[in-house]
């Protein structure tokens, strides 16, 4: 079993940035470690740091006509880490505690990139969740659908939202116009679920009450090559416990507590939310 997935090919340059752009990660990654964890792909992740935090955005460019230059990352299907069902996601050790057996497990060096992004997964899904904050680590589909239940409770029906590239998609910063009134999303609560650099399929997910965010699907356009996304977007209504220093701030020109700040989810994110309510 070792052997087939130690030949998996391996994403470590996921865009560390898209899982960071939460209170969670504010906490605790600053873009110093970001950089740390991410020195290692940067041979392979060509596209300049700057580039990769084009993805927020605030509530009033949700206009139509409005132009907002986003950087959408490109899920490359052939390196996309395989899902395990929960049975041998079970079978493999899933803590920092348990790294030298991981590593011996996927056949990496313990100072491979590979391991260090493992580190960093591990480390990630290590942390408490902040005051009011759900979050768990999915190692396969039945754990996350059983957690978003959780999250939800037994009596909501939940969906999936994905950001989807309608058209052929260049991972680079494009200016993107806004074609249509953007769509909120009515949820009381919200799972956000983050690809995360690790030889199989494992998301980062976290779940916040409504009332502190506004879940959007916006279709946009690009103006370079008229590539057309329909992306799902979160903003963050209540900024003020934020580090100052988050990239948020900086892209937008803005203060924590000043005004919402929101992003985009990159394609391979799974954002739950509750179902509309449907006559029976
Ligand atoms: C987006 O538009 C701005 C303003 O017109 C321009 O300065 C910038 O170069 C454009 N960016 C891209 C990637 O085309």
Not at 200 to 214: I, K, L, N, P, T
Request: aromatic residues 10%.
């Amino acid at each position: 079993m070792g052997s087939r997935f130690a030949s998996c090919r391996f994403i470590f340059y996921v865009l560390l940035v898209s899982q960071c752009t939460h209170t969670n990660c504010i906490r605790e990654i600053t873009e110093k470690t970001w950089k740390d964890a991410n020195k290692e792909a940067s041979d392979l992740q060509q596209t300049a740091i700057d580039d990769d935090l084009q993805i927020f955005f605030t509530v009033d460019d949700l206009k139509v006509g409005k132009t907002i230059s986003i950087y959408f990352p490109i899920k490359d299907p052939s390196t996309t880490p395989h899902l395990l069902t929960r049975e041998e996601a079970n079978s493999i050790p899933f803590s920092s505690s348990k790294l030298p057996q991981i590593l011996d497990f996927f056949s990496f060096s313990k100072h491979s990139p590979q391991s260090k992004a493992m580190q960093y997964t591990l480390s990630q899904c290590e942390l408490e969740p902040l005051k009011g904050e759900t979050k768990f680590c999915a190692t396969s589909l039945e754990f996350m659908l059983d957690s978003a239940r959780g999250v939800f409770g037994l009596k909501t029906k939940f969906r999936v939202l994905i950001t989807k590239y309608l058209s052929s998609h260049n991972a680079v910063l494009q200016n993107y116009t806004v074609l249509d009134v953007a769509k909120e999303i009515e949820t009381p609560k919200m799972v956000a679920c983050h690809a995360m650099p690790y030889p199989y399929a494992v998301f980062y997910c976290h779940g916040q009450e409504s009332d502190h965010h506004r879940v959007f699907e916006v279709a946009l356009r690009s103006g370079n090559d008229g590539e057309r996304v329909e992306a799902v977007g979160v903003c963050h209504m209540d900024t003020s416990e934020w580090d100052p220093d988050h990239a948020a701030f900086r892209v937008l020109r803005t203060r924590p507590g000043q005004s919402p700040v929101c992003h985009f989810f990159p394609a391979d994110n799974l954002v739950w939310v509750a179902s509309p309510a449907l006559d029976s």
